[in-house]
């Protein structure tokens, strides 16, 4: 579908990898750490060293495709650590060109460059987004929070879509091999971040979209537990499930084995005698090719034995302090590729678009009432709707339901004009819409965005909150607006503060939908 094209060149270009991630040649003064496995040589910069490519897990190739991460094996002499390894196999789009690369298990550190074992840092575990499908460690450059919040910033590739997230009866792992990537990723940090001048003890999980969901999936997992002992969670609410199709969610192993079934079908294995090893001889770029535009992670496993939605209404999550938020026009994304597509948003057809929408078409009517569209252009209208129902009333609820048992601290970006995800113009100003926050904390694919002065200091700002909770489990502190904890707090230039979106963003009338 155009509309789907679109939308993922617009995700895509949020991470504005239009351009190979920027690499050092090696430095000069290359830094040698030894680390658990071997020696590493990484890059000295301008405050702050980079090792990039340090291997986490065992490569899942050949048997171990759909197999749970096994050790790296260790190496001689030093490892030349200053380029970043393969992205996991994902279709083009954030990776120029894709990847069939299933040799991809490999993270990056990001650390001070006066940061050493006898005086270490916190550590920020930073897992990216892409629904599942796309995405890479490598493309979020971490020093400006690395050296302006004292931290150490750990990012790392886990497996995707149909490689990560394979559902079929009777296969260990099932559902879940992406995640336990994540995990895998974490028990090396706790092992040795120390030797990079991180605190193994004091170790914040974050993530955004994807990567937020992934967040939440872990604080729902009990071999996660004590992996991390904060959490950030951006734009990926807990509660998400079918009838909220533009957030990440978990399925049923029903629902996984299905499309498992499905993908064995189209690849020409379903008929096999050993349907799985016919499975695990076909080429990636097959398999890419057949799989799912987005990926869901499988509950009811030995990694995640409930939804995360159940989870967390029940309260049987991690009992960490959380940092979690959205963005104000988080729809605005989805809703401009429907109407790049050719499809404009009417007084005439609203109610006919709302109807495709609510879960519940008899509430059709109380939707358009909520949101009703005057002018010829109801595009911003159905973003609206979108990112009410899907981002920040789901989000809203997830922190209402985390801060019944634990420290919650809740967050709105609301930059009415951030840098704009793409170069290709929308069809209409998308506001503080998905993904737009990150520039403010990383230098995606290694080029910084412009911003105004104003902006600028936001970005300041909001890289002293997220370090400061990663520090302390408190973001306040070093002369920025006070934030809290009882209520929202709205992260916009010149107007950082308390904010009240729930009716802004109609929550009362969503929290009555299926």
Request: net charge neutral; glycine share 12%.
């Amino acid at each position: 579908m155009a509309e789907v094209r679109w939308i993922a060149a617009v995700l895509a270009g949020a991470l504005a990898v239009l351009l190979p991630p920027v690499t050092a040649s090696p430095s000069p003064e290359a830094s040698v750490v030894r680390t658990q496995d071997g020696a590493v040589r990484g890059s000295v910069r301008d405050g702050y060293r980079v090792f990039e490519g340090i291997p986490y897990a065992a490569p899942p190739v050949g048997a171990l495709r759909w197999a749970a991460p096994r050790p790296a094996a260790s190496w001689p002499g030093v490892r030349d650590a200053t380029r970043p390894a393969p992205a996991c196999a994902q279709p083009a789009g954030e990776v120029p060109g894709g990847s069939t690369s299933e040799d991809c298990l490999y993270l990056n550190v990001t650390a001070p460059s006066d940061a050493a074992p006898g005086h270490p840092r916190p550590v920020i575990v930073w897992l990216h987004g892409g629904g599942f499908t796309t995405g890479a460690g490598s493309s979020y450059d971490a020093h400006r929070m690395a050296v302006r919040g004292d931290v150490v910033v750990v990012t790392f590739n886990y497996r995707l879509g149909a490689l990560g997230y394979l559902g079929r009866a009777g296969l260990a792992g099932s559902g879940t091999f992406g995640l336990a990537d994540q995990q895998a990723a974490l028990r090396y940090v706790r092992r040795g971040i120390g030797a990079f001048g991180g605190d193994a003890r004091n170790v914040t999980l974050a993530g955004e979209s994807a990567g937020s969901y992934a967040v939440c999936a872990q604080l729902a997992s009990p071999s996660a537990a004590g992996l991390f002992q904060r959490a950030i969670m951006e734009s990926g609410p807990c509660t998400g499930g079918p009838a909220r199709p533009f957030a990440p969610y978990a399925v049923a192993p029903t629902v996984a084995e299905a499309a498992g079934t499905e993908l064995a079908g189209a690849v020409g294995c379903a008929r096999a005698a050993d349907v799985l090893g016919c499975l695990r001889r076909v080429p990636v770029a097959r398999l890419l090719a057949a799989q799912g535009a987005d990926a869901q992670p499988e509950y009811g496993t030995a990694l995640l034995p409930r939804d995360p939605a159940g989870a967390v209404t029940s309260g049987r999550v991690a009992r960490v302090p959380v940092l979690i938020g959205a963005n104000h026009d988080e729809g605005t994304i989805w809703a401009a590729g429907i109407v790049a597509a050719g499809t404009a948003v009417t007084p005439a057809n609203w109610p006919d678009v709302v109807r495709e929408f609510v879960p519940d078409p008899a509430r059709a009517a109380e939707v358009v009432a909520a949101y009703p569209v005057r002018g010829t252009d109801g595009g911003p209208v159905f973003g609206a709707v979108i990112g009410d129902a899907d981002y920040a009333c789901p989000t809203l609820r997830t922190g209402s339901l985390l801060a019944a048992r634990r420290t919650v601290w809740r967050y709105e970006f609301a930059d009415p004009d951030p840098p704009r995800p793409t170069p290709a113009p929308p069809p209409f100003p998308l506001g503080a819409t998905h993904t737009t926050e990150l520039p403010y904390l990383f230098d995606l694919g290694g080029w910084p965005r412009d911003m105004t002065e104003r902006q600028r200091r936001l970005a300041d700002t909001m890289i002293g909150y997220w370090t400061r909770f990663a520090r302390t489990g408190d973001p306040n502190g070093g002369g920025a607006p006070h934030w809290a904890r009882s209520q929202v707090q709205s992260l916009a230039p010149e107007r950082t503060g308390p904010v009240r979106p729930g009716g802004v963003h109609h929550c009362a009338l969503w929290a009555t939908m299926p």
